[in-house]
């Protein structure tokens, strides 16, 4: 299985134990890329990647970096991730289907 470094570290940015309310977490992000636009393209190839490696676990990675939308629906996980992350590092791109 890859790494997912950016992926995992995206995930990261939106623990909930940085306490931050949601429009907090999701200026910080924004700062983050543009700041970075190379991270921003990393972290969309790794959401691209990930869907379709089936080692990939969206509701056990969540639940590792502490993710505000962790949950035991995988289809829930999803959700959040695209409101807080796809639509911050692709926001001109149609969401990818989660389930290929």
Not at 11 to 33: A, D, H, N, P, V
Not at 40 to 63: F, H, M, Q, T, Y
């Amino acid at each position: 299985m890859q790494e997912y470094k950016y992926l995992k570290d995206a995930l990261r940015e939106f623990s909930s134990t940085l306490e931050l309310g949601m429009e907090e977490y999701l200026s910080e992000f924004r700062k983050m890329i543009e700041v970075s636009p190379d991270y921003a393209k990393c972290v969309r190839a790794e959401i691209l990647l990930s869907l379709s490696d089936p080692g990939w676990d969206w509701v056990e990675e969540a639940e590792k970096a502490e993710f505000i939308g962790s949950d035991d629906n995988v289809d829930s996980v999803w959700e959040t991730v695209v409101e807080l992350i796809w639509k911050v590092v692709a926001p001109n791109e149609e969401v990818p289907n989660i389930k290929d």
